[in-house]
């Protein structure tokens, strides 16, 4: 499992470069909706509660704390911060094309 070896959160964008030299970066909104809470998904069914849609624009992290060694959480400036995300989520979700099979 690869852990970031550097977290910046940006006014757009939260950016993880990793131990295995993997850089990642994360629009906020996208990061937002990913959330994976029980305010966010459900615990029974697993279906998202919150609508991408429903996330402002410009949404960005007001504060970022580590959780252990093996997450971040992160206040959002939308008041939401019950979310926690581990690393391995993080990796896993990481939007670039080389982890999603494009060019």
């Known amino acids: 499992m ?13 950016f993880i ?7 990642s970066t994360y629009p906020n909104r996208y990061l937002r909706f990913m959330c994976g809470c029980a ?16 996330i402002a624009e ?20 939308d008041g939401h911060n019950t979310g926690i995300y ?3 989520r993080l990796r896993q979700i990481c939007p670039c094309a080389q982890c999603h099979g494009g060019p």
């Not at 690869?2 to 939260?14: G, Q, S, V």
């Not at 305010?39 to 429903?54: A, H, K, W």
């Not at 960005?60 to 400036?77: E, H, K, T």
Request: hydrophobic share 40%.
């Open 39 to 54: 305010v966010c998904v459900s615990e029974q069914t697993g279906q998202r509660l919150v609508q991408e849609n429903s």
């Open 17 to 23: 470069a990793w131990d295995d030299g993997h850089e």
């Open 86 to 88: 581990p690393f391995n």
């Open 58 to 77: 410009d949404i960005r992290p007001l504060q970022v704390g580590a959780v252990g060694n093996y997450a971040v959480q992160v206040f959002w400036s």
């Open 2 to 14: 690869a852990y970031p070896a550097r977290i910046d959160a940006h006014p757009d964008a939260f």
